[in-house]
């Protein structure tokens, strides 16, 4: 019997990815994913630690479900990630309609426990964590999915310990994956329709080290010689261990992005060093010269924390200093929040919320100006766009409509959001497809993406999907 699955996926990319291992690994119990939470048969709340507020938004859904289990008490009700992994049996105790707690080295398990559920109507708590990747079949044999671009964890875990960061508490120690099951499971992908990848890792510079593989760049070699696949991106890399091998990657390897996310986390060397960063703003601003220098128009993002504890004003004037100097493209901006374990939640001169709140208004304000002009610099230039789909706005519109206002979405290789029209006059063009690369020219330009003209579509090289993924 059919049974349907709702997964909420909190956080950040490495979540997402497993919440797509979870749904492929449930199908064997006859899951099938629904959007429709009220006709769910079983919730997985995939949850994340890494700030405060991520916490806080698991336990405001969960408390939201405490009805659809009383109306359907069949229901197993879920919680896996990071927050489970922190919290483990704790969260049945605070929820006690919950059925399951599952950390973050359990997604391989997870079928034979919810069988468990199922016929004992138990409840379940496995936070167990394993010193070795656990490959998962179910991977390798591929995600049932249509989309064109696809997340790959190439290593879990850390072992940086950043003063501020959870993740080596709630991920463990770093650990990569072999290169042959990671090119495995992007050739089954690329055959399932995917054409870009991300891999990911939260310091993918120190991919194979401990293990004695092959380094990331001959990662990026191997990857990059799967036929089908048209772009690579990684993130993320730690400022510290980026190498020249990795910057000169970007001049070697056609199908990789020209995209660097760099953390800084701050512009003060004082603040750098309480956070353990272990790098200098000077070195970072070195590290983004090579960059630069070796691949020009690669559009750099980074993530800023700011009201760390301590950090004066002083201390945060370097920070938009630094935003200055170095003109991002992008940035992720985040107020700081004490974590569980992690050091920094036990330092002195904590920064009021207040303080924190202005602060961070100050770094979007002034993060906004430059993603301002870096997209204005843009228009008039030809961009080569990789389409996703139908643009967000207009998904529900089906994606072989001929009104000529559909909207199609894509990405050019600096990962900059391009919306574009694709008619003859007043009617649709049927001859698009997502996954195509198509060259636009860029008309116009907002704060968060860009608008244009498609001047012709490049026939993709190869066919994989038989007649959809021809153009002519
Ligand atoms: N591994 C990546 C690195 O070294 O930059 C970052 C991974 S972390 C999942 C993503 C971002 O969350 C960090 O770069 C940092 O800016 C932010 N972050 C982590 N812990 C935080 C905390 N306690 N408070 C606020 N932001 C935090
Ligand atoms: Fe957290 Fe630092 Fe590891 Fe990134 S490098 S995951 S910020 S401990």
């Not at 994956?177 to 991300?198: A, F, H, K, M, Y």
């Not at 003859?424 to 001859?431: E, H, K, S």
Request: glycine content about 6%; overall charge positive; some cysteine.
């Amino acid at each position: 019997m059919k049974k349907n699955l709702y997964i909420n996926t909190i956080g950040c990319q490495m979540n997402m990815y497993d919440s797509e291992q979870i749904a492929t690994g449930l199908k064997a119990l006859q899951y099938k994913m629904t959007p429709s939470i009220e006709k769910a048969d079983l919730i997985i709340v995939n949850t994340c630690a890494i700030r405060e507020k991520a916490e806080q938004k698991v336990f405001s859904f969960l408390g939201r479900l405490a009805g659809l289990k009383r109306k359907k008490p069949s229901l197993i009700i879920g919680v896996g990630g990071c927050v489970a992994q922190q919290e483990g049996a704790k969260i049945l105790e605070r929820v006690p309609y919950l059925d399951l707690v599952f950390g973050t080295n359990a997604i391989g398990r997870l079928p034979d426990i919810v069988k468990v559920i199922e016929s004992k109507r138990c409840r379940i708590v496995d936070v167990e964590m394993s010193e070795r990747i656990e490959e998962l079949d179910f991977v390798k044999q591929g995600h049932d999915r249509e989309k064109i671009t696809a997340f790959v964890t190439i290593m879990q875990g850390c072992d940086n310990y950043c003063t501020y960061c959870v993740v080596p508490y709630v991920r463990g120690r770093e650990t990569s994956r072999d290169p042959e099951n990671i090119v495995q499971e992007i050739r089954c992908l690329v055959e399932s329709g995917v054409r870009e990848v991300t891999l990911l890792g939260q310091n993918v510079n120190s991919y194979g080290k401990k293990e004695g593989l092959c380094t990331f760049p001959e990662l990026l070699r191997r990857i990059s010689d799967t036929d089908g696949l048209l772009r690579l991106r990684f993130t993320t890399s730690h400022p510290k261990d980026l190498s020249e091998d990795l910057i000169f990657a970007f001049q070697g390897f056609e199908k990789l992005c020209n995209h660097m996310h760099l953390p800084i986390q701050s512009g003060s060397n004082r603040v750098l060093k309480s956070m353990n960063r272990k790098y200098t703003r000077e070195i970072y601003l070195e590290k983004v010269d090579k960059l630069r220098q070796a691949c020009p128009g690669i559009s750099i993002t980074s993530d800023i924390i700011v009201g760390f504890p301590g950090e004066t004003k002083v201390d945060f004037e370097e920070t938009l200093d630094l935003i200055k100097t170095v003109e991002f493209d992008g940035l992720f901006a985040f107020k700081y929040s004490d974590r569980p374990n992690a050091a920094a939640a036990q330092f002195a001169n904590k920064i009021s919320e207040q303080e924190k709140k202005e602060r961070l208004q100050q770094v979007l304000d002034l993060q906004d100006h430059y993603t301002t002009k870096k997209n204005k610099g843009l228009e008039g230039s030809m961009q080569s766009v990789l389409v996703e789909g139908v643009s967000r706005k207009q998904n529900r519109m089906d994606k072989t409509s001929r009104h000529p206002d559909v909207q199609w979405t894509g990405r050019t290789t600096t990962n900059k959001i391009v919306n574009f029209n694709w008619s003859n006059g007043d009617i649709a063009r049927n001859d698009m497809v997502p996954g195509q690369i198509v060259n636009v020219r860029i008309l116009k330009a907002f704060s968060h993406s860009l608008w244009g003209e498609p001047v012709s579509p490049e026939p993709v090289p190869f066919d994989l999907r038989g007649d959809e993924s021809y153009v002519a």
